[in-house]
């Protein structure tokens, strides 16, 4: 049972939109599709290679499903519907075609660190059979996407409201900032990558640009991408009080500050920050001092480091 306890949440998100009035048939296309494309794309491959990198192409062509799915099959405002749907195929599409580079490139033959640290923490915590836990762990992954991580979509797509609140706009200047400075936070960390290998220097701390601010912040500006939708989301939540059951909306509601939870605790403990750091300790003799000068996730001012005597 053990490995299978982090998928009931995601079918706890997935059945609560299936028994709702406003979104059961997306909800159960997404779903059911979501399983496929993982099944083909990632559990799969997983299952014959023994790497998990896979899951870098499927978790972003999920995203675009839920695009796609919003736009065809929403009943809301077209304008509302086709905006959110283009965030959707926008985000998806910027990992998706990343990801298919690097497989493109013969990057996937190898595992990426954060799996293989993920690994460890299963041994470590008694799941031994790596094989099972990797397609659960994949699993969860294409769950989420049918349940919490589509529920901003699914909401704001519905709203057939035509007058556009101040907090979707609100909502919308945050993804745009957030996406923004993700792609500034990338094209950084690439260019300085580049830099120090033109001057024969590796394993180089890259703390130019917004790293100087913090230490992940491709990873604080992802999430501000999701708590972005989330805030143009409300105005659209609200709207269904007097159409779904006071239960089903309440835990709607909680559906929605779910998926921020969710994407914050990927990004910082389970494949972003924290495998992350493992290994560029090991790799980059500075890191330990960057750690102590720079905020690891929220971006802040240079820390002064107080040298003991």
């Known amino acids: ?6 998928l009931l ?3 706890a998100g997935w059945t609560l939109l299936l028994i709702t009035d406003s979104f059961a048939v997306m909800g159960l296309y997404n779903g059911l599709l979501q399983l496929v494309l993982f099944g083909l794309v990632v559990c799969i491959p997983i299952w014959k290679t023994h790497r998990m990198s896979y899951v870098d192409i499927g978790w972003p062509l999920g995203l675009m499903l839920i695009g796609a799915l919003t736009w065809y099959l929403s009943s809301g405002d077209p304008l509302r519907t086709a905006l959110v749907s283009v965030v959707y195929l926008s985000v998806g599409g910027r990992m998706g075609f990343g990801a298919l580079k690097l497989w493109s490139m013969g990057r996937l033959k190898q595992e990426f660190p954060r799996y ?3 690994k460890q923490r299963w041994i470590a915590s008694g799941k031994t059979n790596t094989q099972l836990a990797m397609q659960v762990d994949a699993l969860w992954q ?10 901003p979509a699914f909401v704001i797509g519905t709203n057939a409201n035509q007058h556009i609140h101040f907090l979707e ?3 919308m200047l945050v993804w745009i900032g957030a996406f923004s ?3 500034i936070a990338d094209t950084q960390k690439l260019t300085f990558l580049r830099n120090m290998k033109k001057a024969g220097k590796r394993n180089r701390v890259c703390n130019v640009g917004l790293w100087k601010y913090s230490r992940h912040p491709n990873y604080f500006a992802e999430w501000m991408v999701w708590n972005g939708l ?3 989301a409300i105005p659209s939540f609200m709207a269904l009080y007097d159409i779904e059951n006071f239960v089903i909306w309440l835990a709607l509601g ?7 939870w969710k994407m914050y605790s990927t990004l910082v403990y389970d494949t972003g920050a924290e495998p992350s750091e493992y290994y560029s300790l090991q790799k980059r003799p500075e890191y330990r001092a960057y750690q102590e000068t720079t905020n690891r996730f929220f971006p802040g001012p240079i820390k002064q480091v107080i040298e003991k005597k």
Do not use: D, R
Request: glycine share 8%; no cysteine; net charge negative.
């Open 1 to 6: 049972m053990k490995y299978f306890t982090p």
């Open 9 to 11: 949440p995601f079918i």
């Open 116 to 118: 293989e640290y993920q």
């Open 142 to 151: 294409g769950l989420a996407n049918a349940s919490f991580l589509a529920m």
């Open 169 to 171: 706009i609100v909502g």
């Open 181 to 183: 400075m993700e792609s």
């Open 230 to 232: 989330i805030i143009a």
């Open 254 to 260: 909680a559906g929605l500050l779910m998926a921020s």
